[in-house]
C-alpha cells in the first residue's frame, strides 16, 4: 500500500492473534515494526519469525530492508508505557505508526463483577490505549512529523454485550478517545483512526470458534454468513496506516460482515 515501505510501526498485543496479523502485515508492506508482548517472549519471538518468513507486498522502493524489535510491557503501566515506546524509538531510528491493539476481557453477569476486574479491563483497553497514544504523539509533535495512530476497538464499541460491561464501556469510550485525539492533533498533520473488527477467528474468541453449535449461533448474526480473519483485519489496518488514507482521521471502520447491520432486521418483523 503507498506510503509504508520504510514507516516504523510499533502493534502492542502483538505476540498472537489479530496483534500478530497486523505486525506482519506492516512487516510485509515494508514498515520496520516493534512487537510488544506482555508475558510470553517466545510468542512475540514467533510472530517476529513469521513477520520474516512472510512474502513481501511493497514495492521495494523504500531503501533499507524493513527491520523488526520485540518488546516486553504491561500498557497497564505508565512506566512501561514510556520504556516500550523509548525502546521502539531508539531501536528503530523513530516512529510513525501506532496501533493500540492490546485489550483484555472478562466474562461476568454484570452485577458480580468485582472492582478490581472491572478497573483491569479499563486499565488495559482504555488507560492503556491513552498512555501509548500520547507518548506517541509526543514524538510525532517533537520531531514534527506526521504520525498516525490506530485504535483497534471493536463492533462492541456501539453494540452493547452483555456479560463483558468493562469491554463494551472500554470500546465505547475508545470511539470518543478516537474522535478527541483526531480532533485535537488534525493540525499538526497527525491522524488517528479505529478499526472496528466484528466477529473474528482468533485465539480470544477460541470458546466460540472452536465449538461448532455456538459457531452456528454467531453465524447467524452475520449477513456475509461467517467469521472473519484476522489477515482481514490486518488488512484493513493497513490500509488507514498508508498514504491510501491520507484524507480519513476520527474514524471507525467496522469491518464486521455487516454484523452492525443487525442482521435479525433482514425481516421487517417489528413494523408488519
Known amino acids: 500500500m503507498k506510503g509504508l515501505g520504510g514507516k516504523r510501526a510499533l502493534v502492542t498485543g502483538a505476540s498472537s492473534g489479530l496483534g500478530r496479523a497486523i505486525a506482519v502485515r506492516l512487516f510485509q508492506e515494508g514498515c520496520s515494526v516493534g512487537i510488544n508482548y506482555l508475558d510470553c517472549r517466545e510468542e512475540g519471538e514467533e510472530t517476529e519469525r513469521i513477520a520474516h518468513d512472510a512474502p513481501k507486498l511493497g514495492d521495494g522502493k523504500a531503501g533499507k530492508e524493513p527491520g523488526t524489535v520485540v518488546i516486553q510491557a504491561d500498557i497497564s503501566s505508565e512506566q512501561e508505557v514510556r520504556r516500550m515506546i523509548g525502546t521502539a524509538i531508539r531501536e528503530m531510528g523513530g516512529l510513525d505508526i501506532l496501533v493500540n491493539n492490546a485489550g483484555i476481557q472478562v466474562s461476568k453477569a454484570s452485577h458480580e463483577v468485582e472492582m478490581p476486574e472491572f478497573d483491569s479491563v479499563l486499565n488495559v483497553n482504555l488507560r492503556g490505549t491513552f498512555m501509548c497514544s500520547r507518548e506517541a504523539i ?62 473474528t477467528a482468533t485465539p480470544i474468541n477460541r470458546s466460540w470458534a472452536e465449538d461448532p453449535k455456538k459457531l452456528e449461533e454467531v453465524m447467524r448474526h452475520i449477513p456475509l454468513g461467517r467469521a472473519g480473519t484476522a489477515e482481514e483485519m490486518a488488512a484493513a489496518t493497513a490500509f488507514l496506516c498508508s498514504d491510501e488514507a491520507s484524507y480519513i482521521t476520527g474514524q471507525t471502520l467496522y469491518v464486521d460482515g455487516g454484523l452492525t447491520l443487525y442482521a435479525d432486521f433482514r425481516t421487517a418483523w417489528s413494523s408488519e
Open 138 to 199: 509526543h514524538h510525532f509533535l517533537a520531531t514534527r512529523a506526521a504520525g498516525v495512530v490506530i485504535n483497534v476497538s471493536s463492533v462492541h464499541q456501539i453494540v452493547p454485550k452483555p456479560k463483558y460491561i468493562g469491554y463494551s464501556a472500554s470500546r465505547g469510550a475508545m470511539g470518543a478517545l478516537t474522535h478527541t485525539l483526531a480532533l485535537e492533533y488534525a493540525d499538526r498533520g497527525i491522524r488517528v483512526n479505529a478499526v472496528a473488527p466484528g466477529a
